[in-house]
Every structure is written in structure tokens, then in C-alpha cells.
């Protein structure tokens, strides 16, 4: 009997791999890296281990953990209470901004109190058409300017206008009144938002998750990257010429990847649905330095425009990802896709790192760059339709989407789990 095929061995292939293997139903899942986890790999370079960016666990679901600890991992994740912070002109204050700003400038402080004073005073019952109306109506001005508007427009090059609202609900947190004014004033101490704790490998990096999983698996074929579908004749086509049918196929590759590798003529809306989707990569470079770190935060968000990254982690912070006396840096950087020089991205990241007091050129012993493409979904006003239309055309033809980049949406690595495993129980010959 043919397979559940499954293209893509990051954490939502190796989980729904896992539960159908599990179920007794045959499963393939191939996955074109020689090491599985995709966004969730760590490497090792000199006794440093680095991410592939900065990755977090956050797990908000009773399945998640009982899954973790099930496969013996839990107990390897410590939990951390997040140290994060917001540097503007030269001023790190702690995160979220929205409800810290004691420690910004004064005047920037005063643009902000005012602007949400006013945002509150005026509220409106009036739905907001986009992220700029959204931010202006629930933080006002002096917040949007000096933060949410530079952070968000580096992050996924675009204007805040171009952004719908799709995504920002669970992801930033509305604050009351008291606590911006307590928060301008620095009285409070009580940690908002969806991220205020975390989970961390005790040692080694993220790919401890990935691992465990893949670790169970007796159908993961790496180094098979998957170049043709065949949806009418249901079967794929490999780099190495290999050719495999299946039964049912599920996709966690990327959705405009996935339109690219279909072999068969595309519906006009189809094609156009795909030239709608729209995304930015991330660069991640990772270091690793001699010396204790310059700063005690797990990681620091820049939104000043003339700085190239966005986002710079001290991952040794939070894990053992260093020899004695070391630490390890990760900056991240956006970059739209297909264009612009890495290396020369990497160069400018670097020098306006060492340039904003945080790296010791001297010091640095390990340099690696990675680039994570797709990274982030930009979520503009074709995305909704756009991916509707792509999902409904793919399920008709009998494939199952799952995965923050395969359903193109914005997601963490629980729901990579909890993606998987609702993939699995759909896809299982028991089901
Ligand atoms: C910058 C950044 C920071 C993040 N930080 C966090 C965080 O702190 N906490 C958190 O919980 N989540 C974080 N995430 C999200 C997390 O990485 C994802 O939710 C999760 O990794 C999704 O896993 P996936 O299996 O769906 O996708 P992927 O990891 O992309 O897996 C897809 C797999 O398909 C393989 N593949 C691609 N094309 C082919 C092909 N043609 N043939 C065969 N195989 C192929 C790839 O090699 C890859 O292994 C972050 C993501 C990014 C981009």
C-alpha cells in the first residue's frame, strides 16, 4: 500500500510522522536537509552551539507538555523568567515598551504618555481598517513613532499600512491605562504579555526538541529533497530522480514552495494567488565570544531604522551554549526574498553591533550566518484570500497543509506540535 507522504522533516513533519507511525499507518517523510528540525536545528562550531535564530519555548497547552514529557523531554527544558528589553536612542528600557517606558529619554517618555492619554481618550467603537490605524487607536502616537512603527517596518519591510490585523491579537498585549502611567513612572514590576516566562534546553540547543522526536522515527529519509508533484498521478519527484507515490500527502514545506513544485499547468487564480504571497528571510548571525556577555537580557529589540538588525539575543544567557567564561550573541536581521548580499548584510549587522557597545571585535572566536527563508509571513490584505484560495485547490486535490509556513500564517514551535498532530489524527488510517 502507498504512504502518507510527508514533505518536510521540521518539528510539524516529525511530530505527525511520529503520531501516525504510532497509529500503524504507513508513513514516508522526506526531508531534503542531512539533519532534521528545519527552523529548529542548532549547530556547533568550537564548543559554542548556536540556534539557527533564537528560538524560545512557550507552551500554553496541558497536550504539549504531556506529549514533552511522554517522549522524556520535558524534564530537559528549564524555565526561565524572560529578561527582555526595548533600546531606543541609546535607552534600553525592559519590554514590553508599551507599559516600561521609564527608562527612555524624557522626552520620548512624555510623547509616549501623551499619545496613549490621548489614543485612550478618544476611543472609538470604529473597527481599525490596518496594523497603522490598529496601533494609533490602541497605543497612540508616541508609541506608534518611537516604536511600533520603526520595529514593525524593519521587521517585515513594509508600511504599517500595507500590514492587516490578522496577526497582532495574541501577539501584542493591550495595556489598562494604570499600568502606562505606572509604567512611564517605573512603579510596577508584574510581567505582561505572551512570552513573560520561557522554556530552554538545560544544555545543547533548540534541536533537542526536533531530535526527540526524530529520534522515535523509523520513516525519516533525509537528504531527499522533493523538486516535482504529480497531484493528478499522486507521486513526487526527487532531486536524485527518485520517483514515490502516495496515498495521502501532507506538506509542512513552505506554500509558495509547494505551488513552485507543482508539475501540473495552474489555474490562472491559482498562479496569482501564489505571485500574492509575500514574506521576508531572516540573516542570523551567530557569534561566539571570549568573555562574559554585555548584557545580562536574554535578547534586546532595536527598532531605530539606521540600525540593520532588529533583534540581538545573548542565547548563553538562558543555556549552556558556550565553553567556560564565553558567551554567544545572535542578531537577526530581515531581508526580502531572493535579493540583497548576505555577506555584506552580515558585515554592517556586525560593525553596528560593535558600534552599539555590544561586541568586542577582538573577542570574537566563532562567526556563523544562516539565512531562514521563508521567516516571517508578511501579513498584508492579499494574504487571507490569497491563502484561502490555495488551501481549497490544494485540499481538493487531496493535499494536507500543516505548519506555520505550509498553512502561511505566523505560529510558534507548540503549535508546530500541535499542528502535526491534528494533521496526523486527519491523515491516520485509525482516524
Ligand atoms: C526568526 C524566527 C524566530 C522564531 N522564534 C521562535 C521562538 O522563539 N519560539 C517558537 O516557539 N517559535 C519560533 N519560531 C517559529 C518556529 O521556527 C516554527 O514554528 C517551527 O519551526 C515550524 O516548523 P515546521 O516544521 O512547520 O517548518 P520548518 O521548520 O520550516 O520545516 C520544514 C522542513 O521542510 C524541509 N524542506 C523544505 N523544502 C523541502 C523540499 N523541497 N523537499 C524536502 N524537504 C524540504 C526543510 O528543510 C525543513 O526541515 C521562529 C521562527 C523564525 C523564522
Same mark, same amino acid.
Request: glycine letters at 0%; a negative charge; aromatic letters at 20%.
Given at each position: 500500500m502507498e504512504p502518507v507522504l510527508i514533505i518536510g522533516g521540521g518539528l510539524t513533519g516529525l511530530v505527525a510522522a511520529e503520531q501516525l507511525e504510532r497509529a500503524g499507518t504507513p508513513t514516508v517523510v522526506l526531508e531534503r536537509e542531512a539533519t532534521p528540525g528545519g527552523a529548529c536545528r542548532s549547530l556547533s562550531d568550537e564548543g559554542y552551539t548556536f540556534d539557527y535564530t533564537g528560538h524560545l519555548l512557550h507552551v500554553a497547552r496541558p497536550e504539549t507538555q504531556a506529549y514533552l514529557e511522554e517522549l522524556g523531554l520535558w524534564r530537559q527544558l528549564k524555565v526561565h523568567r524572560r529578561r527582555a528589553a526595548v533600546v531606543i536612542g541609546g535607552h534600553a528600557t525592559p519590554y514590553p515598551v508599551q507599559i516600561n517606558t521609564h527608562g527612555l529619554d524624557p522626552e520620548v517618555r512624555r510623547d509616549c504618555l501623551l499619545g496613549f492619554v490621548h489614543a485612550w481618550a478618544d476611543e472609538t467603537a470604529e473597527e481599525p481598517a490596518d496594523f497603522r490605524a490598529w496601533v494609533l487607536d490602541r497605543f497612540g502616537e508616541g508609541l506608534a513613532d518611537h516604536f511600533f512603527f520603526p520595529y514593525n517596518s524593519k521587521l517585515y519591510r513594509a508600511r504599517p499600512e500595507e500590514l492587516s490585523l490578522d496577526w497582532v491579537g495574541r501577539y501584542v498585549p493591550k495595556p489598562k491605562l494604570e499600568e502606562v502611567v505606572d509604567g512611564a513612572l517605573g512603579l510596577h514590576d508584574e510581567d505582561v504579555g505572551y512570552n513573560a516566562t520561557f522554556r530552554y534546553p538545560a544544555s545543547g540547543g533548540i534541536s533537542l526538541l526536533p531530535n526527540g522526536v526524530a529520534g522515535r522515527l523509523s520513516c525519516l529519509r533525509l537528504e531527499r529533497e522533493v523538486t516535482g508533484v504529480h497531484l493528478g498521478e499522486r507521486w513526487v519527484e526527487l532531486a536524485d530522480g527518485e520517483q514515490l507515490g502516495w496515498r495521502k500527502l501532507l506538506s509542512t514545506i513552505s506554500l509558495p514552495a509547494l505551488i513552485d513544485r507543482l508539475v501540473d499547468p495552474l489555474p490562472e487564480e491559482v498562479a496569482a494567488a501564489r505571485r500574492a504571497l509575500r514574506w521576508v528571510r531572516v540573516l542570523n548571525l551567530a557569534l561566539g565570544v571570549e568573555g562574559p556577555a554585555p548584557s545580562t537580557e536574554h535578547w534586546l529589540y532595536f527598532p531605530d531604522p539606521e540600525l540593520p538588525f532588529y533583534r540581538v539575543g545573548f542565547p548563553s544567557n538562558h543555556g549552556d551554549l558556550a565553553p567556560p567564561g564565553c558567551h554567544t550573541v545572535s542578531v537577526e536581521a530581515s531581508l526580502d526574498p531572493g535579493v540583497g548580499d548576505v555577506e555584506a548584510l552580515a558585515a554592517g549587522a556586525q560593525s553596528a553591533l560593535a558600534g552599539a557597545g555590544l561586541l568586542e571585535e577582538g573577542a570574537l572566536r566563532v562567526r556563523r550566518v544562516t539565512v531562514l $527563508?521563508?521567516?516571517? @509571513? @508578511?501579513? $498584508? &490584505? &492579499?494574504r487571507r484570500q490569497a491563502v484561502a484560495l490555495l488551501r481549497d485547490f490544494l485540499r481538493q486535490r487531496g493535499v494536507t497543509l500543516a505548519g506555520r509556513w505550509a498553512e502561511w500564517k505566523y505560529s510558534a514551535m507548540e503549535d508546530a506540535v500541535l499542528d502535526g498532530m491534528r494533521a496526523a489524527r486527519n491523515l491516520s488510517d485509525a482516524g
Open positions: $527563508d521563508p521567516a516571517y @509571513v @508578511v501579513f $498584508d &490584505h &492579499h
